[in-house]
T-cell receptor
Framework: DGGITQSPKYLFRKEGQNVTLSCEQNLNHDAMYWYRQDPGQGLRLIYY???????QKGDIAEGYSVSREKKESFPLTVTSAQKNPTAFYLCASSDQFSGNTIYFGEGSWLTVV | AQSVTQPDIHITVSEGASLELRCNYS??????LFWYVQSPGQGLQLLLK??????LVQGIKGFEAEFKRSQSSFNLRKPSVHWSDAAEYFC?????????FGTGTSLTVIP
């Protein structure tokens, strides 16, 4: 089935550790995105990528890093510099050929312990 | 700058009653408009979208939305709510590959 796969679903991190969230899509979409969602809150854009080997900071990029080496993959690293990383993370993708519609993965929960 | 406003943070309706969720946007041209639904701990699922043409669009799960250019609104409606509709609903505006989301409306359905 076509879609966006995020892993792991649940992740626990010790303070001071970096962790990487995986996002893979088989929709052949050019653009990919990472959002952060805090309980009861809306979506905040962390990073987005319009094309392979290129990405731009969103509204809350500090403490996060990304790479886009392959069209289908857009991993997010939550670094130790992120002061409050506990949140729900959503990966998404879009493409002009999908009618400029953004589609989402099932999300990943990150908890700092 | 583009923005999306969902004025209702939380709405409670009785099962079987009608529903309308409000969405207003700010954008210079006619945008692409979307409604998404999110169940707890899940991703966002597309309910419907408007690009052009008929201003009343039908979506999945019996939802519909009407684009009103004069009011810069794109309100979501359902004639009869089911308990399974309880969720968070997000309105969004798309411009190319940029997307702007409202802060969401939480829907509670009471028996």
């Amino acid at each position: 089935d076509g879609g966006i796969t995020q892993s792991p679903k649940y992740l626990f991190r010790k303070e001071g550790q970096n962790v990487t969230l995986s996002c893979e899509q088989n929709l052949n979409h050019d653009a990919m995105y990472w959002y952060r969602q805090d309980p009861g809150q809306g979506l905040r854009l962390i990073y987005y990528s319009q094309i392979v080997n290129d990405f731009q900071k969103g509204d809350i990029a500090e403490g996060y890093s990304v790479s886009r080496e392959k069209k289908e993959s857009f991993p997010l690293t939550v670094t130790s510099a992120q002061k409050n990383p506990t949140a729900f993370y959503l990966c998404a993708s879009s493409d002009q050929f999908s009618g400029n519609t953004i589609y989402f993965g099932e999300g990943s929960w990150l908890t700092v312990v | 700058a583009q923005s999306v406003t969902q004025p209702d943070i939380h709405i409670t309706v009785s099962e079987g009653a009608s529903l309308e969720l409000r969405c207003n946007y700010s954008y210079g041209a006619t945008p692409y408009l979307f409604w998404y639904v999110q169940s707890p701990g899940q991703g966002l699922q597309l309910l419907l979208k408007y690009f052009s043409g008929d201003t009343l669009v039908q979506g999945i799960k019996g939802f519909e939305a009407e684009f009103k250019r004069s009011q810069s609104s794109f309100n979501l409606r359902k004639p009869s709510v089911h308990w399974s509709d309880a969720a968070e609903y997000f309105c969004a505006v798309g411009t190319g590959n940029q997307f702007y989301f409202g802060t969401g409306t939480s829907l509670t359905v009471i028996p």
